[in-house]
């Protein structure tokens, strides 16, 4: 299992361009979502998911699309990068048990908007 | 709205010491709280959770101690060791988390 996949790692753009970052599953679980985290700051929710073809917002929305067309993926769409919008984004998908769900982060991508 | 803080941004620890990190939350309807240690440069990674019913549980050399009454909640890392310097954060909810904003743990050899 590879577990939570993101691509890119790093990456830098320009006010006003537009972007995708991938996420990628292997585990499948029906629960996915994107997180972004500020520096020295904890994560926050911008998006989630709780199967294909059904998204909801989270706590910091504005600004991000989403789409969940398969179980496996679910790609997070900055439409027009803000400065604002710099910061490190996780995915994660998460394991329902009866004792608790389980949350598996991906990497990270580090983005940059000059 | 919903909030969770920990008490110390930085904490810093002896090598084989035991660490207390703190945590408070808001939403007294809080029922399930995780605790995650994230490494430089990598994700979030579980480390024990906790439901409301409950005000102790234990893992491997770690503990979670969960008092309602209060609304507080604690991670104690026991024989603490290098490998365990992170930042550390408290998370409640189950699908929807709300994250506090970590402590950086450093062990001092």
């Known amino acids: 299992n590879a577990g939570v996949t993101q691509t890119p790692k790093f990456q830098v753009l320009k006010t006003g361009q537009s972007m995708t970052l991938q996420c990628a599953q292997d585990?499948?679980?029906?629960?996915m979502s994107w997180y972004r985290q500020d520096p020295g700051m904890g994560l926050r929710l911008i998006h989630y998911?709780?199967?294909?073809?059904?998204?909801d917002q989270g706590e910091v929305p504005n600004g991000y699309n989403v789409s969940r067309s398969t179980t496996e993926d679910f790609p997070l769409r900055l439409l027009s990068a803000a400065p604002s919008q710099t910061s490190v984004y996780f995915c994660?998908?998460?394991?329902?048990?009866?004792?608790?769900?389980?949350?598996?982060f991906g990497p990270g991508t580090r983005l940059t908007v000059l | 709205g919903e909030s969770v803080g920990l008490h110390l941004p930085t904490l810093s620890v002896q090598e084989g010491d035991n660490s207390i990190i703190n945590c408070a939350y808001s939403?007294?309807?809080?029922?399930?709280f995780i605790w995650y240690k994230q490494e430089s440069g990598k994700g979030p990674q579980f480390i024990i959770d906790?439901?409301?019913?409950?005000d102790k549980r234990q893992g491997q050399r770690v503990t979670v101690l969960l008092n309602k009454t209060v609304k507080h909640l604690s991670l104690q890392i026991a024989a603490t060791q290098p490998g365990d310097s992170a930042v550390y954060f408290c998370?409640?909810?189950?699908?929807?988390?709300?994250f506090g904003q970590g402590t950086r743990l450093t062990i001092n050899p």
């Open positions: 994660a998908s998460t394991r329902r048990a009866s004792g608790g769900d389980e949350q598996f």
């Open positions: 585990m499948n679980h029906e629960y």
């Open positions: 998911s709780v199967g294909a073809g059904i998204t």
């Open positions: 939403n007294s309807a809080s029922d399930y």
């Open positions: 906790i439901r409301s019913n409950m």
């Open positions: 998370a409640e909810g189950t699908q929807k988390l709300v």
